[in-house]
């Protein structure tokens, strides 16, 4: 649990395994995972521009999703991170949208 | 977090009414491979289970607040594998090194995979070793034909055992075969008769062990088939419940960037979980020597692994979905956008 808080922690959730210093289901860590993370946050923004919310980085283990009246709800990971997107902006999170696609399609890419 | 290789395997044996689950239980509890198992059933049937350890759990399900059938936690599985737990840490019963639980023969299985997997206190000690329909060859047809828990009991399966094989003629068994192939191309298929298989193939369902994985990718990755199961999708009979379960392999050339394909497959499984039956590839991921394999079930999604060599000399991304009337040419694109916004990553 989050001292701060009180949010139940779950473990690593599986999209932040998997690269090459994440081996056998173990996390990465130190400046690696917070690099790892920001780039993330850059990413998922990319992905809101349409959006009337963002996401930013919190302790790095939670993330914050930011309405733009001002209300924040915190989540643990990616999953209930579309949730809490969908619950802000009243807009369904489908990466098969079509408008969406389009506009990832003219994005400037993004990096590290 | 715990090792994933360390935690305890659980094998899910599923499978319709009288499809032959505690047969094969049986003849698989005899063999070596399965001498340090526990084991835990919903019911005693009339086939008893002659095994030191077997335990009965009662049903009672929890569905959580999205309403979403997969994402339900089997109360009744969790205290039944906890308190397993608690006596082989007392020493109250022998250090089992691995699990098989076989479900009732009308549940739909991805409960108690949700259930493995996500739960916090259980993903600490076990993890799901695989999972092991068994489908009557006499009866198969008729059950995926009436009932839509026998689909989803063979979309989710690492291993389809045919069993009473010897009941049925050539042609039956085939064509219940080719049904069950265009429903999930990506499983291994195993024929039995009396519960008589070849147990260590049909435990190599072990989605956790990459020494064993190369194979398995391999057979995944077989195109063909999963272009045949493609091709025969248009089946016009609206009473059959896989009617529009069709299955596609989506290839990416360029290399994957993985924080891009973590915030996509999250995002389509958060909007059409229900609908991606499974998903299941090999990716070259940016900045990675070794492949990563992915394989998910619905809403649930196994921690990657990452395999010593490549299966074959094409280093394509490849993932292979089975998905109930979706847009595949859809997915193809939206992955191919989402990764190409995080192309510039170093």
């Known amino acids: ?112 | 977090m715990a090792v994933y290789s360390r935690l305890i395997p659980i094998f899910v044996v599923t499978g319709f009414l009288g499809s032959g689950k505690t047969t094969l239980l049986n003849h698989m509890l005899r063999h070596s491979s399965l001498k340090d198992a526990a084991v835990l059933i919903n019911e005693f049937g009339a086939v008893g289970l002659d095994h030191f350890l077997v335990k009965k759990m009662d049903e009672n399900t929890v569905l959580l607040s999205s309403g979403c059938l997969c994402c339900t936690i089997r109360d009744d599985l969790k205290s039944a594998i906890l308190e397993l737990n608690s006596r082989r840490e007392r020493g109250e019963v022998p250090r089992y090194k691995r699990m098989v639980v076989e479900t009732t023969g009308l549940a739909d299985p991805t409960p108690i995979l949700y259930t493995l997997m996500s739960d916090p206190v259980l993903r600490n000690h076990y993890r799901l070793g695989g999972v092991i329909t068994t489908v009557d060859a006499a009866n198969g047809m008729r059950q995926l034909n009436r009932h839509v828990e026998s689909v989803r009991q063979a979309t989710v399966a690492d291993r389809i055992v045919i069993t009473k094989s010897d009941l049925v003629s050539p042609s039956v068994l085939t064509g219940l075969e080719a049904r069950l192939r265009r429903i999930n191309p990506t499983a291994d298929y195993v024929r039995g008769n009396f519960g008589k298989v070849d147990v260590r193939r049909v435990l190599r369902a072990d989605v956790y062990d990459p020494s064993k994985k190369a194979a398995d990718v391999k057979h995944w990755l077989d195109l063909e088939a999963v272009k045949a199961a493609h091709d025969h999708k248009h089946v016009h009979d609206v009473n059959r419940h896989d009617q529009h379960i069709h299955s596609f392999v989506v290839t990416i050339d360029r290399p994957l960037d993985w924080t891009a394909f973590g915030v996509w497959l999250t995002m389509l499984l958060h909007r059409h979980g229900q609908q991606v039956l499974r998903v299941k590839g090999i990716l070259n991921v940016k900045g990675v020597d070794a492949p990563v394999i992915i394989n998910g079930v619905q809403h649930i999604v196994h921690p990657p692994i990452h395999l010593a060599e490549w299966p074959d000399d094409d280093r394509r991304s490849r993932i292979v979905f089975i998905v109930d009337d979706m847009n595949g040419a859809l997915i193809e694109r939206s992955l191919a956008a989402f990764n190409r916004v995080g192309a510039a990553a170093a």
């Open chain 1, 1 to 112: 649990m989050c001292g701060l808080c009180g949010t139940l922690m779950d473990g690593p959730h599986w999209s932040e395994t998997g690269t090459d210093v994440a081996r056998d289901g173990v996390v990465s860590e130190g400046r690696q995972r917070y690099l790892e993370r920001a780039y993330r946050v850059r990413l998922i923004n990319r992905v809101l521009e349409r959006f009337s919310c963002k996401a930013e980085d919190w302790t790095g283990g939670q993330y914050i999703v930011r309405g733009l009246n001002g209300a924040a709800d915190v989540v643990v990971n990616l999953p209930q991170l579309w949730k809490a997107v969908e619950a802000c902006s009243g807009r369904a999170a489908d990466p098969l949208d079509p408008e969406l696609i389009a506009g990832l399609e003219r994005a400037e890419p993004i990096s590290h």
